[in-house]
T-cell receptor, first 114, second 114 residues
Framework: DAGITQSPRHKVTETGTPVTLRCHQT?????MYWYRQDPGHGLRLIHY???????DKGEVSDGYSVSRSKTEDFLLTLESATSSQTSVYFC?????????????FGPGTRLTVT | AQSVTQPDIHITVSEGASLELRCNYS??????LFWYVQSPGQGLQLLLK??????LVQGIKGFEAEFKRSQSSFNLRKPSVHWSDAAEYFC????????????FGKGTKLSVKP
């Protein structure tokens, strides 16, 4: 299994509070991704990173920001959480030297915004 | 725009029976295609991938998929289903470009009855 951990694994927070989710990898893969998974929607890309300090928006980036200050960590921040951001969040990694599309996923973080 | 359609939301098969999960994609060029599996409470695991060449690709856990350009399909098959195959299956297509962005279908949930 790819060395990907996500923290926290579960979180309940209140509307309007900031939340940061962490993805940590030990594979030294260059690319990292944040997805959200909602019933009936599959997985949708929020943001991705193609290197340290290099990030870009995905399909559903509104209300989210990311940072990557070192290869192994990719942080997803909800500046002011809303109930519509209740979801399961997955981090993924890939190595473009092999194939950027061949992605390995973390175990997920279940976030509930009340 | 690229898209992926999985027509079946939920499929139930008997253990030992054959399985085919459908996937149709929309993409202008030769697509990069993937099948992922998600067991309950887990992250996604790559089952198999198609980049080019032989249109019948073999994956892990005894799964295979066939790329049919004329039908814009990439259906997943298994000749004999085991109870442990019960999971949700996602088809995905590479969005193009070098960043590895994937477009996922909404998933097909597989139930296996004894």
């Amino acid at each position: 299994d790819a060395g990907i951990t996500q923290s926290p694994r579960h979180k309940v927070t209140e509307t309007g509070t900031p939340v940061t989710l962490r993805c940590h990898q030990t594979e030294n893969h260059r690319y990292m991704y944040w997805y959200r998974q909602d019933p009936g929607h599959g997985l949708r890309l929020i943001h991705y990173s193609y290197g340290v300090k290099d990030t870009d928006k995905g399909e559903v980036s509104d209300g989210y920001s990311v940072s990557r200050s070192k290869t192994e960590d990719f942080l997803l921040t909800l500046e002011s959480a809303t109930s519509s951001q209740t979801s399961v969040y997955f981090c993924a990694i890939s190595e473009p030297a092999r194939s950027a599309y061949e992605q390995y996923f973390g175990p997920g973080t279940r976030l509930t915004v009340t | 725009a690229q898209s992926v359609t999985q027509p079946d939301i939920h499929i139930t098969v008997s253990e030992g029976a054959s399985l085919e999960l459908r996937c149709n994609y929309s993409y202008g060029a030769t697509p990069y295609l993937f099948w992922y599996v998600q067991s309950p409470g887990q992250g996604l695991q790559l089952l198999l991938k198609y980049f080019s060449g032989d249109t019948l690709v073999q994956g892990i856990k005894g799964f295979e998929a066939e790329f049919k350009r004329s039908q814009s399909s990439f259906n997943l098959r298994k000749p004999s289903v085991h109870w442990s195959d019960a999971a949700e299956y996602f088809c995905a297509v590479g969005k193009g470009g070098s960043q590895g962005n994937l477009i996922f279908g909404k998933g097909t949930k597989l139930s296996v009855k004894p």
